[in-house]
């Protein structure tokens, strides 16, 4: 198994690119292409003390920033590391490709580069979002900002497949977010799209209320990319602000100090279960191979982690699956 990784994508990168990198070699036994400046990686792993073996390096000089244009990654930045990544992908150098730089360029990029599936109308960003009682995959969280009702629909079927295989989840719940229950809740969108998802081989549910997400309210929730983006970065800053509030609670004088020792390792339960690093990165469902969205914050553990979601991404064959939907669709539709 071979992924190709930006690595001069995200916040941190490259060093905690190659520090994920370095331990999913270990821990998952792959090999991995990196692409970007040879000498800054070199030099980056040289000075913190890690190992490059299993690791190729495909020598690019540009980046392509988050501030630029997602049309520029063809025109301006045709050999930024990020568009060498989806070309190697394109050409079978590699098994899958994972990036936390801009989420347009990537978007864009896999599009034109990589190329959707054939019958797929748009790729969606789905990133894995953490619940109480675990996680869903939300679809669309920004790709795109304007939904047709039978891009919703597609949007489901592919979730369902991608929590089936990668989360073994054997019949996941389908819900579309909407300001209420009721079936004829919501705009246009929201209403066709109740009606084609319950004519869909999917375990739909129904609309759900986005205040019902964080409980585990469905485990595919689909809806449009401005209201999935939203969706996303509120649930980033509650779970921050959460997480600052609970840490000023327990560190507030020497008696909460004290206190916070008795459940320190249920609180240390709850934020791992609650911590995206674990998922690693958001699959960009709907291209014809494997493409994974890190966290522009990624951290080497999430890195690791969005290398090993990649890898899953490409040993279940879900794109196969995929087609094979698309493929029994078209049959009974002719």
């Known amino acids: 198994m071979r992924i190709i990784v930006d690595a001069f994508g995200g916040d941190n990168a490259p060093l ?13 036994g792959v090999a991995i292409l990196l692409n970007g400046n040879e000498k800054i990686i070199r030099k980056t792993a040289a000075e913190n003390g890690i190992s490059l073996e299993h690791m190729e390096i495909s020598h690019t000089e540009d980046v392509i920033a988050v ?3 997602p049309a520029q990654i063809l025109k301006e930045h045709g050999d930024c590391s990020m568009a060498v990544g989806m070309k190697l992908l394109a050409q079978g150098q590699g098994d899958a490709f994972v990036s936390a730089g801009s989420t347009g360029a990537l978007v864009m990029g896999s599009s034109l580069i990589v190329k959707r599936i054939k019958g ?8 894995i ?23 919703l629909v597609q949007f489901a079927v592919m979730g369902d497949i991608y929590m089936k295989k990668i989360l073994g989840l054997k019949n996941p719940r389908v819900g579309s977010v909407n300001v209420g229950a009721e079936e004829t809740k919501g705009l246009p969108l929201q209403i066709e799209a109740y009606r084609q998802l319950k004519e869909t081989p999917v375990n739909f549910i129904g609309n759900v209320e986005p205040r019902d997400l964080p409980f585990g309210a469905a485990d595919v929730v689909v809806t449009d990319g401005f209201t999935g983006n939203v969706i996303l970065k509120l649930t980033e800053g509650m779970g921050s602000a959460l997480g600052r509030q609970v840490k000023g609670i327990f560190t507030k004088n020497l008696m909460t100090k004290l206190s916070s020792l008795a459940v320190k390792k249920g609180i240390n339960d709850f934020k791992k279960s609650m911590d995206y690093t674990e998922y690693g990165g958001a699959p960009l469902l709907g291209t014809a191979k494997p493409v994974i969205k890190a966290h522009g914050s990624s951290n080497g553990n999430a890195f690791k982690n969005a290398i090993r979601q990649a890898k899953q991404f490409s040993e279940e064959h879900l794109i196969e699956d995929i087609e094979a939907y698309l493929r029994q669709k078209k ?3 002719e």
């Open 120 to 127: 797929i109308k748009r790729a969606t960003l789905a990133p």
């Open 129 to 151: 979002i953490p619940s109480v009682k675990g996680c869903y995959i939300l679809m669309d969280a920004g790709a795109n900002l304007d939904c047709r009702p039978e891009m």
């Open 67 to 69: 501030e630029d244009e």
């Open 331 to 333: 049959e009974k539709q």
């Open 16 to 28: 905690a690119v190659l520090q994920g990198c370095e331990m999913a070699v270990k821990e998952y």
